[in-house]
């Protein structure tokens, strides 16, 4: 199962890398995401892994919020480009 986890840390390094090259902010946006995704999909894996449900809660709260924070985020860069 430790070869598991150490190919979800490889796929997470791909969009750090693409967030650190790129200069326009909507890329940016999208590794960001996608980093928020890998991370607690990992966090899941583990909670099962270790078959501790509290770890699973915390990797459910952090899939639903924090695409949802970086949705509103884009939205407000949105309305700033339109003034």
Same mark, same amino acid.
């Given at each position: +199962?430790?070869?598991?986890?150490?190919?979800?840390? @490889?796929?997470?390094? %791909?969009?750090?890398?693409?967030?650190?090259?790129?200069?326009?902010?909507?890329? $940016?946006?999208?590794? @960001?995401?996608?980093?928020?995704? $890998?991370? #607690?999909?990992? %966090?899941?894996?583990? #909670?099962?892994?270790?078959?501790?449900?509290? %770890?699973?809660?915390?990797?459910?709260?952090?899939? #639903?919020?924090?695409?949802?924070?970086?949705?509103?985020?884009?939205?407000?860069? $949105?309305? +700033?480009? #339109?003034?």
């Amino acid at each position: +199962m430790n070869w598991i986890l150490m190919t979800m840390i @490889f796929a997470l390094l %791909i969009p750090i890398y693409e967030a650190c090259q790129d200069k326009d902010i909507w890329q $940016k946006m999208l590794a @960001f995401a996608s980093i928020a995704t $890998k991370t #607690s999909v990992m %966090i899941l894996v583990i #909670s099962v892994l270790r078959d501790d449900w509290m %770890i699973g809660v915390v990797g459910v709260i952090i899939l #639903s919020v924090g695409n949802a924070s970086l949705m509103l985020l884009a939205q407000i860069l $949105k309305r +700033m480009r #339109s003034i």
